[in-house]
């Protein structure tokens, strides 16, 4: 892998991609508040159905590579409807920070947690500025979240900034194949059926057009690697799944 820096930090005052559209680095985030506010009440029935299910074997292999011990606090980034924090928590982690910018995913995830009778912290938190003293954390994790940030590099230096010497930050999410006979079913399936199920069971279709279009803006596991060494996260690997329809990233800040 090369170590060259590798940045997409959208220019101030200009534009940036939401899904295939660009619009001004300002309204993205509001745009993106806007998409999960209204997916949020049908999100986990939806990620069952848009992933066939494999979202819950790539969750359980992000996990076991993050591995929560209980010595450790782990921050969840983009916790959504807290999958993530709440397996974290069972796994033994002393400690999860559940956090999302959007407060209609993070209020279906803490009372799904409360209904598990499990109790986490949680808090709404925009990934690109995190309110945590820097090397507070021990882990940190983001899962199907980074593609919907507006500047990544900062969400990347802001992991780095929270963790401790010694911690690691885990990034799981869609990225480029990297088989080519999956392509064209997987093309099919991402605009041709995924808006019609988002039409059908949450009476949607433009928020899950716009999720298709931004997997297929996300950086591929090499220019993630990169931005990750430009963050200042060393030991940077990644690992595929299914074909490179995710990955799973790490990084140490050593």
């Not at 409360?114 to 309110?131: C, K």
């Amino acid at each position: 892998m090369s170590d060259a820096p590798f940045s997409e930090k959208p220019p101030a005052g200009g534009t940036v991609d939401f899904g295939y559209t660009q619009v001004a680095t300002t309204e993205k985030a509001g745009m993106v508040r806007a998409v999960f506010d209204s997916v949020a009440p049908k999100y986990d029935v939806m990620n069952d159905l848009m992933s066939l299910g494999l979202h819950r074997v790539w969750k359980k292999a992000f996990l076991n590579a993050i591995a929560p011990r209980p010595s450790e606090t782990l921050l969840d980034l983009a916790a959504g409807t807290g999958d993530i924090s709440m397996a974290a928590k069972k796994m033994g982690a002393k400690r999860v920070i559940s956090t999302d910018i959007n407060e209609a995913m993070l209020t279906v995830g803490r009372d799904r947690a409360l209904n598990a009778g499990m109790v986490l912290d949680y808090m709404v938190v925009d990934a690109e500025r995190i309110p945590l003293p820097d090397r507070s954390v021990e882990k940190v994790s983001i899962a199907f979240g980074l593609r919907n940030c507006t500047d990544k590099d900062a969400v990347l230096a802001e992991a780095r900034r929270v963790l401790r010497p010694g911690g690691r930050f885990f990034c799981l999410e869609f990225s480029k194949l990297a088989v080519t006979a999956l392509e064209k079913p997987y093309e099919l399936w991402s605009f041709e059926v995924l808006p019609r199920l988002g039409q059908r069971v949450a009476g949607d279709a433009d928020s899950y057009q716009y999720l298709a279009e931004s997997i297929r803006m996300m950086p591929d596991q090499e220019t993630l690697a990169g931005m990750m060494r430009g963050a200042g996260l060393e030991q940077v690997s990644y690992r595929n799944l299914s074909g490179g329809i995710v990955a799973i990233h790490s990084g140490w800040r050593l």
